[in-house]
């Protein structure tokens, strides 16, 4: 598939080097509002045309686009290449509302296009692996869970991150959108939240790059704390904060009927994996993966631009699908409404698991 990438900022690196890496896909050309940023990548990873966003679109050898622009610009970049009659992968979230990723799911529909969304996390060998875990009954009936995402903020690491302190983005909506995602493939969808949340600081200062302490407002919560009932019944406890760290609590903990599985970082597609079954005495013990398909890269974004390639070419579904993305917008709204006041909120959408990989490893294809 032949693809164009809109958007050449920080996250751009990882994803154009693993693009550019693989078989399946080939970027032909990258585009950024800043000219000069897009001609760095297409110099660094060798792709032939840089242009503007509307060349691009227009371009008929482009056949998916690959959306990485700031999360208020996702829906307008997205659409616009749905009218122009490609497919879209976009970085997360779909939208900074349900209304705008509801539209988008409906257009990609109607015009029989495809659309994927980050995270791919989810496709990497240590979550496939829970999943594997999960389904096949290792820890017993899933009942419950703890997540938590504690983190001192964008601000000690990116240099541009007043945005992510914005309505559309914070703790949440930026990083623990990897941790709903991903039990959302564990577990299935959400019924109900229940959410409390606070600005911990006005202000937060940059602390790298070329405008290192300059002041910026923020203009979100920087601490929800919510608990998400399943469809099936489990229920999580999940936290995702920016600005409170160094607690010693799980990133992803399953509680079953039958023992505990203590997942992977949700934001990294490796392991390790450990678990502790009620059934022997022999505690925490570490699980081995059953993938390796993300041994070879630490950060192995664009991995669900490849998949989803591979279910165009197979006339399947993307498994980090714009349905999916739909759901887990939905879920964290709902979070946000509950609360801002609105006690219990029922969300309203839903949908299916993806089917796990099948299983990738050297020894596997060696059989």
């Known amino acids: 598939m032949r693809l164009g990438v809109i958007g050449c900022g920080t996250v751009s690196d990882a994803y154009l080097r693993n693009l550019t890496a693989s078989s399946q896909v080939q970027v032909v050309a990258c585009s950024d509002l800043f000219r000069e940023r897009a001609e760095a990548r297409a110099q660094q990873f060798g792709i032939g045309r840089v242009c503007s966003r509307e060349e691009l679109l227009a371009d008929p050898a482009v056949e998916l686009v690959v959306n990485l622009t700031v999360p208020s610009a996702h829906h307008e970049v997205t659409m616009a290449a749905l009218t122009a009659g490609k497919h879209v992968w976009t970085e997360k979230p779909l939208g900074v509302d349900r209304e705008q990723g509801a539209e988008v799911v409906r257009e990609a529909a109607g015009r029989g296009l495809m659309v994927g969304c980050a995270p791919d996390t ?36 990116h240099p541009d991150p007043a945005f992510l302190y914005q309505p559309g983005a914070g703790p949440l909506l930026d990083v623990g959108i990897y941790y709903v995602t991903a039990l959302v493939n564990l577990l299935g969808p959400v019924a109900r939240v229940t959410a409390f949340g606070r600005k911990l600081y006005p202000e937060r200062t940059i602390g790298s790059g070329p405008r290192a302490g300059q002041v910026f407002s923020v203009g979100t919560n920087t601490y929800e704390t919510c608990i998400l009932h399943f469809a099936s019944g489990a229920l999580v406890n999940l936290v995702a904060t920016f600005g409170l760290w160094g607690a010693d609590l799980p990133r992803l903990q399953l509680h079953g009927s039958a023992g505990v599985l203590n997942a992977p970082d949700p934001n990294m597609f490796g392991g390790p994996i450990t678990v502790n079954l009620h059934a022997d005495e022999l ?9 390796d398909h993300t041994d070879h890269c630490r950060n192995c974004r664009g991995l669900g631009v490849i998949e989803m390639a591979e279910a165009w070419a197979a006339g399947r579904r993307p498994r980090a699908s714009g349905d999916i993305a739909y759901h887990v917008l939905d879920v964290i709204q709902s979070v946000g409404e509950s609360a801002a006041g609105g006690g219990h909120v029922d969300v309203a959408s839903t949908c299916e698991r993806p089917d796990p990989l099948p299983v990738r490893t050297a020894a596997a294809q060696e059989d």
Do not use: H, K, S
């Open 283 to 291: 505690g925490w013990r570490e699980v081995p993966l059953a993938y």
């Open 122 to 157: 989810v496709l990497g060998a240590g979550l496939q692996t829970c999943r594997l875990l999960v389904d096949g009954g290792l820890i017993g009936e899933p009942m419950a869970g703890t997540a938590c995402f504690m983190n001192a903020g964008p601000e000690t690491w």
